[in-house]
């Protein structure tokens, strides 16, 4: 139901408000996931990294209740200065109104700790009227993803492919070939940045006996790179197939031999982030393996160049 704007009230958090904060937190993931994506332990371990009176806002109703909390996060050794923003408000309780003063004043804190000339802002929603809150007040869309997923209820079987082998990531001898193949095939994606190899094998190879590769002889021609995130759920991090060996049905083998290894491994719910303008038609490749999506993360950014007025 949408908010009075005069009847909300803005006020930094404190280590008091932890545990309704956690739960407006997952009311707006439930609503807009499916589940909670972010832990009461996870937040409080940011706040504990935070100076919660600068880089947090909470919006309360006229009555005391809480129906939206923002933080704004200075990155690290960033040039130019850049700050995340975050934004949540509860189901029942949003509206363009309420939402586009939290932003403003988290731009307010953003260019207060950033303490520059200029301070680029990235910004994230998983919902209609976040995406409408972060366009009024100035900022750019840069992407958005699709989380899709499936549950997994039998064995996969998998599809041989002519003139391939689909074979386990052998570690100590993949890595490179690996690395290589898989920025290749994501230069056609319009948003990938080629990325240094410690940084992709950090998040690529977490889990490698989760990996699959697909050889053309000696060469690599695409891959799959998965890895748990808990007890019952994989993430695919990336399906790549370099472009002389697509329309081949590859990724859907590939796919398929991600399933088998999860299943394998006990791990029964399937999850991934495709593009949703997607130039390679990943998200009908996905759709055709049986996921379904859960959830759109929408992905803004906008260039402060004077202190912004709060709404």
């Known amino acids: 139901m949408p908010t009075d704007e005069s009847l909300v009230q803005l006020e930094p958090a404190t280590p008091a408000d932890l545990d309704a904060v956690a739960e407006l937190i997952a009311a707006h993931c439930s609503a807009d996931y499916g589940e909670v994506l972010l832990e009461r332990s996870d937040i409080e371990a940011e706040w504990q990294q935070l100076s919660l009176e600068q880089s ?69 929603t998983t919902n209609d009227i976040g995406c409408q809150a972060f366009e009024a007040v100035g900022f750019a869309r840069r992407i958005a993803f699709q989380t899709m997923t499936t549950a997994l209820e039998s064995a996969p079987a998998s599809t041989p492919i002519s003139g391939l082998s689909l074979r386990p990531f052998r570690i100590g001898h993949d890595e490179q070939v690996a690395y290589a193949a898989d920025e290749e095939a994501s230069r056609d994606k319009g948003y990938a940045k080629p990325v240094p190899f410690e940084t992709w094998a950090a998040r690529m190879l977490a889990a490698p006996h989760l990996c ?65 303008a997607s130039h390679t038609g990943a998200d009908r490749l996905y759709t055709r393996m049986g996921m379904a999506i859960t959830g759109v993360r929408t992905l803004y950014s906008k260039q402060l160049n004077a202190a912004p007025h709060r709404l």
């Open 56 to 124: 947090t806002c909470l919006l309360r109703a006229s009555t005391g209740t809480l129906i939206g909390y923002g933080s704004a996060v200075l990155r690290p050794q960033s040039s130019p200065a850049s700050v995340d923003l975050r934004m949540y408000q509860h189901p029942h309780s949003r509206d363009h109104a309420s939402a586009a003063r939290m932003i403003t004043t988290l731009e307010a804190m953003a260019w207060s700790q950033a303490n520059s000339s200029a301070v680029m802002l990235h910004a994230l």
């Open 212 to 276: 699959t590769l697909a050889w053309d002889g000696d060469t690599v021609a695409g891959g799959i790179f998965c890895a748990p995130i808990d007890a019952n759920t994989a993430s695919i991090h990336h399906l790549g197939v370099r472009q002389p060996w697509r329309r081949r049905g590859l990724g859907e083998a590939l796919m398929q031999m991600a399933f088998a290894s999860c299943w394998q491994h006990n791990l029964r719910r399937i999850t991934l982030d495709v593009d949703s």
